[in-house]
């Protein structure tokens, strides 16, 4: 998810995050200290949830909230304040939550299990959401998307790294099994692995999204949404993207650190 947090105090704004980051690992996160420095990230970027305070300098949360509402109107809001007098106000601008300082991870987990409007709607209609910085993972709708096996998973990951580009059963072979001294034997469960991926992708309505072409396999990234691509093509702010990790579970994804580091 792409999350927005909005808090005049920095102490505040990172125990959020982290306590985020403890019950929904995985996501994307933007830091505004201000009404205005939070109104041009909702602006800007493709924003599923934002955690509104609502005591700040200035404009004030609920300010906020009301702006956003004409801005990006299927945005998630969730106000947290250390006050229970605003709730009434929230309400009224139909808010997802609210949230009372400290917060706790339990609330965390039910604000957003019951959000108001399904996340995702930032992606085109019609694609998967891959996030490749930190651990790769795969969503549909906003959920994770589930594999029979971690090494069709990993298949498919490399394939993303290559941006459409093929692979042949070698190379894929020689990332997914590194260091390994039976070819035959991984040749064989190869074919297993691109046959439950093919079945795990046409499960969830993607089936065309891997490609396969005389023993080379390559994916056509029409059906992605990807945080990878964004960055490289300048779509996302790239301070806020990637902070040094990328697809932290993969040891052959080291050689993409390199890379990215040059877009900088």
Known sequence: MQILIVDDEEILRMD?????????????YYLAESYDEAIAFVREQPL??????IQMPGKNGLLLAQEIKKTKPSLNIVMVTAYSNYAMDALKLYVSGYILKPVMDNDLIEVLQNLRNPIGLHSDTGKLETRC????????????????????????????????ATATKGEICEAIFENSNTPEKDNAYLKTLIYSLKRDLKRCGFEN?????NNAYSVDTRYLYCD???FLTGVADKASSYRGEFMNQYSWAEQYIFELENYY
């Open 16 to 28: 959020l995050k982290n306590a985020l980051e403890r019950v929904s690992p995985g996501n994307q």
């Open 48 to 53: 599923d949830i934002a955690f509104l305070d």
């Open 133 to 164: 910085f930190g651990n790769f993972e795969v969503f549909k709708d906003g959920v994770p998307l589930a594999f029979k096996r971690k090494k069709e998973k990993e298949i498919l990951a490399y394939l993303i790294c290559l941006k459409g």
């Open 209 to 213: 999204l891997l490609i396969v072409n």
């Open 228 to 230: 990878y691509y964004n």
